[in-house]
């Protein structure tokens, strides 16, 4: 289509204002109507949205799909997450959430593999098409497959059960009677859930932890959508940064930081657990930071373009002879870069919920993991738009994409020392 690096950038991020705008409502309806409806309605308008990209012609139109696939997204994220930590404990809730970031993961794995081999086969528009296909066809099998794991505390906590359920040993009258005692009182209406929800999130803004690690995950994100989502597409596929990727080698990259997270996520989830989530986090951000700052220098060793044209012949074969040696060198160190980069985003895709997760009330959950996802999703808008923004001012994805590293390692430094200050001070009462 054209489009320039901000232009790109604002695509990324209209993605995540749509998300950002319906987290709330998105945590309201959930807690509402149970996991299940929004583990199948949302997969539904991802699917019609995207199949909507099949057919955009403009700026404009892209924007609008991808604003709709936010608002399905929103909804899919929160109800999958309260789903997983309904059934799980303090005790287990990484280890609990990584096979969901497992099978997470292994369709991001398998996902860029096909989809680039059917953009250079079919287009990338009929590309789009068959993928929203494939989104209407897994809402399908959600609803056939899918158990609701809500509990409901009127009923004793047991899961499924809902006020409509039959109760066998009476007549219908009784039926009536202990269906009116037994129904919830009429909940309020989606505005005043919603004042109510933020009123419930400013005051968890008031703990400190809960504070730290909602402003630590924001950062991560800005970072994530800048560096990974904006720019890494854009130098893969560019001749200035070594030999130009098709869009099924693009495809294979992601595929090979998608299986890190596949092999990886059991192992990290436990390891999280074990070592503590604000440690992981930490260790987790550092490293992807570092791997941001060498991918430039990195990608350029890739680069073929620069074989000689004066000298001898053996002078000439010689020189040829060591820039393919480097040429394969920076394959290996790109994968290792990449390697490495999704390892850390493997850490963060657990740690953060599990840890807010484990420090607030089971009734303030859902708020509490939409406003870790509200933060992130500003991130992710802010991130991708400034980023793409910036790489059109300065004129290189270079400055565009070390700013990206020292974001993120500057908001690693203060939320490591915010840990430490707060560990001091819990020692000293």
Same mark, same amino acid.
């Given at each position: 289509?054209?489009?320039?690096?901000?232009?790109?950038?604002?695509?990324?991020?209209?993605?995540?204002?749509?998300?950002?705008?319906?987290?709330?409502?998105?945590?309201?309806?959930?807690?509402?109507?149970?996991?299940?409806? $929004?583990?199948?309605?949302?997969?539904?308008?991802?699917?019609?949205?995207?199949?909507?990209?099949?057919?955009?012609? /403009?700026?404009?139109?892209?924007?609008?799909?991808?604003?709709?696939?936010?608002?399905?997204?929103?909804?899919?994220?929160?109800?999958?997450?309260?789903?997983?930590?309904?059934?799980?404990?303090?005790?287990?809730?990484?280890?609990?959430?990584?096979?969901?970031?497992?099978? %997470?993961?292994?369709?991001?794995?398998?996902?860029?593999?096909?989809?680039?081999?059917?953009?250079?086969?079919?287009?990338?528009?009929?590309?789009?098409?068959?993928?929203?296909?494939? %989104?209407?066809?897994?809402?399908?099998?959600?609803?056939?497959?899918?158990?609701?794991?809500?509990?409901?505390?009127?009923?004793?906590?047991?899961?499924?059960?809902?006020?409509?359920?039959?109760?066998?040993?009476?007549?219908?009258?009784?039926?009536?009677?202990?269906?009116?005692?037994?129904?919830?009182?009429?909940?309020?209406?989606?505005?005043?859930?919603?004042?109510?929800?933020?009123?419930?999130?400013?005051?968890?803004?008031?703990?400190?932890?809960?504070?730290?690690?909602?402003?630590?995950?924001?950062?991560?994100?800005?970072?994530?959508?800048?560096?990974?989502?904006?720019?890494?597409?854009?130098?893969?596929?560019?001749?200035?940064?070594?030999?130009?990727?098709?869009?099924?080698?693009?495809?294979?990259? $992601?595929?090979?930081?998608?299986?890190?997270?596949?092999?990886?996520?059991?192992?990290?989830?436990?390891?999280?657990?074990?070592?503590?989530?604000?440690?992981?986090?930490?260790?987790?951000?550092?490293?992807?930071?570092?791997?941001?700052?060498?991918?430039?220098?990195?990608?350029?060793?890739? /680069?073929?373009?620069?074989?000689?044209?004066?000298?001898?012949?053996?002078?000439?074969?010689?020189?040829?002879?060591?820039?393919?040696?480097?040429?394969?060198?920076?394959?290996?160190?790109?994968?290792?870069?990449?390697?490495?980069?999704?390892?850390?985003?493997?850490?963060?895709?657990?740690?953060?919920?599990?840890?807010?997760?484990?420090?607030?009330?089971?009734?303030?959950?859902?708020?509490?993991?939409?406003?870790?996802?509200?933060?992130?999703?500003?991130?992710?808008?802010?991130?991708?738009?400034?980023?793409?923004?910036?790489?059109?001012? /300065?004129?290189?994805?270079?400055?565009?994409?070390?700013? /990206?590293?020292?974001?993120?390692?500057?908001?690693?430094?203060?939320?490591?020392?915010?840990?430490?200050?707060?560990?001091?001070?819990?020692?000293?009462?």
């Amino acid at each position: 289509m054209g489009l320039s690096t901000g232009e790109y950038g604002m695509v990324v991020s209209s993605f995540a204002f749509a998300k950002m705008v319906g987290n709330v409502p998105s945590a309201i309806l959930v807690e509402r109507h149970g996991r299940k409806p $929004y583990l199948v309605y949302s997969l539904s308008l991802v699917g019609l949205s995207v199949f909507g990209i099949s057919l955009a012609q /403009s700026l404009e139109h892209l924007m609008l799909c991808r604003l709709v696939t936010g608002l399905g997204v929103a909804a899919l994220s929160t109800a999958g997450t309260l789903a997983v930590a309904d059934i799980s404990t303090p005790r287990n809730r990484a280890a609990t959430i990584a096979p969901t970031m497992s099978g %997470f993961a292994a369709g991001m794995c398998i996902g860029p593999a096909i989809g680039g081999e059917l953009a250079d086969t079919v287009g990338v528009q009929a590309t789009f098409g068959i993928v929203g296909v494939s %989104f209407l066809t897994i809402a399908g099998l959600n609803s056939y497959l899918l158990s609701e794991t809500k509990r409901n505390d009127r009923l004793g906590g047991i899961p499924g059960f809902f006020v409509d359920d039959k109760v066998p040993w009476r007549d219908d009258a009784e039926k009536k009677e202990i269906l009116k005692a037994l129904a919830p009182p009429t909940p309020p209406g989606v505005f005043a859930s919603m004042k109510d929800a933020l009123k419930q999130q400013t005051e968890l803004l008031s703990d400190p932890k809960i504070r730290n690690i909602v402003i630590m995950n924001g950062f991560y994100w800005i970072t994530l959508s800048g560096s990974q989502m904006t720019l890494l597409p854009l130098m893969l596929t560019s001749p200035d940064y070594g030999d130009a990727m098709s869009a099924s080698s693009v495809g294979k990259v $992601y595929m090979g930081m998608s299986l890190v997270q596949v092999l990886a996520n059991p192992i990290v989830g436990m390891i999280v657990d074990k070592i503590g989530k604000n440690k992981a986090i930490v260790g987790g951000t550092t490293l992807i930071s570092g791997m941001i700052l060498s991918l430039p220098s990195v990608l350029t060793l890739t /680069s073929t373009s620069a074989l000689p044209s004066k000298g001898s012949a053996v002078d000439v074969v010689d020189i040829a002879n060591n820039l393919h040696g480097l040429h394969d060198f920076g394959y290996y160190g790109l994968a290792g870069t990449m390697g490495l980069w999704a390892l850390g985003g493997t850490i963060l895709s657990t740690a953060p919920v599990a840890y807010i997760s484990d420090i607030v009330h089971d009734k303030r959950r859902a708020q509490a993991i939409a406003l870790l996802r509200t933060a992130g999703d500003i991130g992710f808008f802010v991130g991708a738009a400034t980023t793409g923004a910036l790489a059109d001012f /300065s004129g290189s994805l270079d400055s565009a994409m070390h700013s /990206s590293a020292a974001v993120l390692f500057t908001a690693t430094t203060w939320f490591g020392a915010r840990q430490f200050y707060m560990k001091d001070q819990l020692k000293a009462k």
